[in-house]
């Protein structure tokens, strides 16, 4: 058994484990702990498939940035009387446990039936490259500018959004 | 001794090198200088008994956080607010793994020289790499402030956060703008690149003002000790804390400001520059960092190559960064 493969059982069970947490635990700030741990398994299997930089960003942004805007509104708001699950319907978990199996369905589906990734030949574009960020600016900016810009101007109207949806009246 | 455990051997005994000097050389000191400024500052001595000009007063503060009973109050979160602490601490400690502490040193042992870069970890996202961990050890100041169920720890936990998310932009940008003009997220390739250019301090005198402020939010120190108030917050975030995990708070603190000072140091000036060059960075808080070691060890007398692995013993390297594609740390990837 390789070093990789004990690290990728316990980043993924800490992955499963934690994610699991995330919907099972009654407290809305330890469901935003259980997902923080999620994300830094997420980033560590990241690592493994040699994306140092996704990792860092997953890290910094989700973990990072998201989360502990989620932790502070849960802080604020004091959502600690969440745990007594008041307005809970039948239907709620029928619907839950119809939407689980279709999706887990779709996505077991999909993972059998594609095999296993094409490996880049090494020399090949992005095959033997010790630094992968240069490459991955200079791509950005050409084959898929028109893609990153719409994705930035769909951040825009976003941000854009959410202030007009929180200032309705403007003097 | 193969390749391999060499490399193993050295990369332990530098963790444990940086962890010293950090944790043993550098915190006390820095703690006792901020408590002796406040005095001055405040007309009244600081802290003067314990030892010469009170030098050894975090030795026997640690002693007392040490021996104090370690109160946990009744209605605290009991997971989080034991996990708070670490969580605080961590992410400072992890940080050292990616700040060049000095040029690469030709060790000797055996009859085989080999290279040894003094970093311990040179990755190719080093700056992504601490803002991740330093974005992560937030949660340590929140979670305290939530899980101690006491308003003022509650409050102290928010301001922090509130913060360290509203400064850790402004950092990230002054910090961008030196690793961009250098090309790499790499700190040992800024280092070079501003050995061979100009000091980033120059060019981007106003980006580095920025950055010192930045740094100063982040470690939430004066005037940006919002976190703490003790004015109307009691102690803030670690009011319901005491004795030991109170110590790993306050450890933790300080580690996060001799890690931001590393990256401070090295990212705007280049620290392992040629003796007798004007210092144009003579406001620098070069005292704190890490880099300290390596200006101490350069007046030191070179021995032969066989010295030891010490940075502070005599080392035979010319002071370049030179050679460093050839001494990739085998932890790179």
Redesign the interface.
């Known amino acids: 058994m390789s070093l990789e493969l004990v690290v990728f059982a316990i980043a993924s069970g800490l992955a499963i484990v934690s994610a699991l947490a995330m919907v099972v635990v009654k407290?809305p700030?330890?469901s935003v702990?259980s997902l923080?741990l999620t994300f830094?398994a997420l980033?560590v299997l990241s690592i493994l498939l040699?994306a140092?930089?996704i990792a860092?960003?997953q890290?910094?942004v989700y973990?990072?940035?998201i989360l502990?805007?989620f932790?502070?509104v849960v802080?604020?708001l004091n959502l600690t009387q969440e745990a007594e699950g008041h307005d809970e319907r039948p239907i709620q978990k029928l619907l839950g446990l119809v939407t689980v199996v279709a999706l887990g369905g779709l996505l077991l589906g999909v993972t059998l039936k594609a095999g296993a990734p094409p490996v880049p030949a090494a020399g090949g574009p992005i095959g033997n490259v010790?630094?992968?960020?240069?490459i991955l600016g200079r791509l950005l900016f050409s084959d898929h500018l028109l893609a990153f810009e719409a994705l930035s101007v769909l951040l825009l109207l976003a941000a854009v959004g959410a202030l007009i949806l929180s200032k309705r009246r403007f003097d | 001794m193969s390749d391999a455990t060499f490399t193993i051997v050295a990369a332990i005994v530098k963790i444990l090198l940086i962890w010293a000097i950090a944790l043993a050389a550098l915190l006390p000191n820095l703690v006792w200088a901020e408590r002796r400024g406040a005095g001055m500052i405040q007309d009244r001595p600081g802290p003067n008994r314990v030892g010469p000009f009170g030098l050894f007063q975090a030795v026997a503060d640690v002693i007392k956080l040490f021996m104090k009973e370690d109160v946990t109050p009744t209605y605290v979160?009991k997971l989080?607010y034991n996990l708070a602490p670490w969580i605080t601490m961590m992410p400072a400690l992890v940080t050292f793994a990616v700040i060049p502490f000095g040029a690469p040193l030709d060790v000797t042992l055996g009859g085989v020289t080999r290279h040894v870069p003094l970093i311990i970890a040179d990755?190719?996202?080093g700056i992504?790499?601490i803002?991740?961990?330093s974005?992560?050890g937030?949660?340590g100041i929140?979670?305290a402030?939530?899980a101690s169920n006491n308003k003022y720890s509650?409050m102290g936990?928010?301001r922090a956060?509130?913060q360290?998310?509203s400064y850790?932009l402004s950092m990230g940008f002054a910090a961008a703008s030196t690793f961009l003009v250098a090309?790499?997220?790499r700190l040992p390739a800024v280092v070079e690149w501003q050995q061979s250019h100009v000091w980033n301090v120059v060019p981007q005198f106003f980006g580095f003002l920025i950055f010192l402020i930045a740094v100063f939010a982040e470690t939430n120190r004066l005037p940006f000790d919002l976190a703490e108030a003790e004015a109307e917050l009691v102690a803030g975030f670690h009011t319901e804390y005491s004795a030991f995990k109170f110590g790993m708070f306050f450890m933790g603190e300080y580690a996060n400001i001799i890690a931001a000072s590393g990256l401070v140091v090295t990212s705007t000036s280049a620290a392992g520059r040629s003796r007798g060059s004007p210092s144009p960075a003579s406001g620098e808080p070069s005292r704190r960092s890490p880099s300290s070691s390596r200006r101490r060890s350069r007046s030191s007398p070179s021995s032969s190559g066989s010295a030891g692995r010490s940075p502070a013993s005599g080392t035979t390297s010319s002071w370049t960064w030179a050679g460093r594609s050839s001494s990739?740390s085998p932890s790179?990837?």
């Open positions: 407290t700030v330890k702990i923080v830094f980033a040699s140092p930089f860092a960003l890290v910094i973990a990072g940035a502990v805007l932790l502070f802080m604020l010790t630094d992968e960020i240069p | 979160d989080l990755v190719n996202i992504l790499y803002f991740a961990f974005s992560l937030i949660y929140v979670l402030g939530w509650m936990g928010l956060s509130a360290i998310i850790e090309g790499s997220l990739r790179s990837t």
